[in-house]
């Protein structure tokens, strides 16, 4: 997953950032990962890493949605009628911990340096019409 952003440098965050994550998980398993970079995650747990930034282009951290929309979007995107017979993809609030590091994309993403997963806000179903 790549951000395109127009911000030189990130911005830090004065307070909490409330986002959502799309993370997909084994059937009724407590342990989340991400769809693309595979990075597992547990819930209540603060998880920290660097930001990478090429250009216009944000790479590495951790990618989130501002919006529920744009989580919905996201995870439908990453979804697939094989992958939901085993898995569950998940749109999972988040928390962007105030004096994290972090960029603002078009289309209300966001990527930061910390971030926490708390609690599971809705599971993704592809309707039959998708097929």
């Known amino acids: 997953m790549c951000l395109y952003t127009k911000q030189r440098f990130p911005r830090e965050a004065k307070e909490d950032i409330h986002c959502f994550k799309v993370l997909k998980r084994n059937k009724n398993s407590k342990i989340f990962w991400a769809p693309v970079q595979k990075k597992m995650y547990r819930q209540d747990k603060e998880?920290?890493?660097?930001?990478?930034?090429?250009?216009e282009h944000v790479n590495q951290?951790?990618?989130?949605?501002?919006?529920?929309e744009r989580a919905i979007v996201t995870g439908l995107r990453y979804a697939s009628r094989e992958t939901l017979k085993t898995y569950d993809m998940c749109i999972l609030d988040a928390i962007i911990p105030a004096g994290s590091l972090y960029y603002i994309g078009k289309n209300d993403e966001i990527v930061s340096n910390r971030i926490i997963i708390k609690d599971v806000k809705k599971q993704l179903h592809l309707c039959n019409m998708f097929f």
């Open 47 to 55: 998880y920290k890493t660097i930001i990478v930034r090429h250009g």
């Open 61 to 68: 951290g951790f990618h989130s949605c501002l919006i529920m």
